[in-house]
């Protein structure tokens, strides 16, 4: 049953909104909290529902733009969060979302699982390596620590179990509304299932996507923030923030690969670096994983 909620008095600015979202804005109107307030986004949390149970309104101009975005109208003269306040109410259905003094309609969708289209392992290969020289290890918030590298190990060896156990040593790892080790699991399970889904033989890698998912998604309210356990369900199922995304096509060969590193490096303190850092991790996973389905076939 809808929640009750007053009569809207604001004009409703209009939205774009990730498909991601699309099951929370389309419902009945729900009550919802604002958690998180930046110069270019605002993080709603619902308070009902099924995953994501928080959606981000964010600026036009915002460099950042993650799966489970409203993107808004914004320019250098009109701020459109500058009346909204960490604690104020909201609500998200019927088409709209509002967050104090905000309230947006959406307008139109966008899809944030990228179409990556057949793939070959030289092209992966040779991104893998781009990726890899763009990559500034000493940026990651978990640098150093033994986990990520023991998850890409495990997930490189088709290693379910162990794979699982690494991940749940690193979920809820680190500081901010986006933990370290949650940010590289997200880009790790982005890669597995997309690029897995690319690939001649990559059915292995999504299969380790799906059930490597479900097991860190599975109680990620309890271990993580609540931003963090939406965007890792959105990871699960294919969905990446708009950087992310980029990269993605730069290692299938559908964009400049470089640009789409140094956009996805500069976003956040820590938190590009980590995605960027799994999604070299589940391309290499993946590459791995391929190489050895096509080994059995040979010698079968």
């Known amino acids: 049953m809808a929640e009750s909620s007053p009569e809207p008095t604001r004009a409703p600015v209009p939205g774009a909104a990730s498909l991601a979202v699309r099951e929370a804005v389309e419902r ?19 308070k009902s529902g099924n995953e994501p149970r928080v959606v981000a309104l ?8 993650p799966a489970n975005a409203i993107v808004v109208p914004s320019n250098g003269r009109w701020g459109p ?6 604690g104020d109410d909201g609500w998200v259905g019927d088409g709209h979302a509002e967050a104090g003094t905000l309230r947006v309609r959406v307008k139109r969708w966008w899809d944030p699982s990228p179409v ?18 763009g990559l500034d290890v ?31 040593k690193i979920v809820g790892l680190g500081p901010g509304l986006t933990p370290s080790g949650d940010d590289v699991i997200a880009g790790l399970l982005l890669s597995l299932r997309l690029l897995g889904g690319s690939l001649d033989g990559g059915s292995r890698a999504i299969w380790l996507a799906d059930w490597l998912g479900a097991a860190v998604t599975a109680d990620a309210q309890t271990r993580t923030t609540s931003l963090s356990a ?7 199922r294919g969905q990446a923030a ?12 559908q964009e400049s690969l ?11 303190r820590n938190s590009g670096p980590d995605v960027a850092w799994g999604l070299l991790a589940g391309c290499k996973a993946t590459l791995s994983l391929c190489e050895a389905a096509a080994s059995r076939r040979v010698t079968a």
């Not at 009945?28 to 619902?46: D, E, G, T």
Request: hydrophobic fraction near 45%.
């Open 28 to 46: 009945p109107r729900r009550a919802a909290k604002v958690i998180a307030v930046f110069p270019s986004s605002v993080y709603l949390q619902l």
């Open 58 to 65: 964010v600026g036009s101009e915002s460099v950042a733009r």
């Open 242 to 253: 708009g950087e992310a995304a980029a990269v993605l096509r730069g290692l299938a060969g």
């Open 81 to 86: 969060f500058a009346g909204v306040r960490e």
């Open 138 to 168: 000493s940026s990651c918030g978990l640098a150093g620590h033994p986990g990520p590298r023991l998850l890409a190990e495990r997930c490189a060896a088709g290693d379910l179990a162990h794979a699982v156990l690494a991940a749940e």
């Open 116 to 133: 990556l289209g057949p793939v070959s392992t030289s092209r992966l290969r040779q991104g893998a390596m781009q990726l890899e020289s």
């Open 258 to 268: 470089v640009p789409a590193v140094r956009r996805l490096m500069s976003t956040g």
């Open 230 to 236: 939406s965007l890792l369900h959105c990871a699960a």
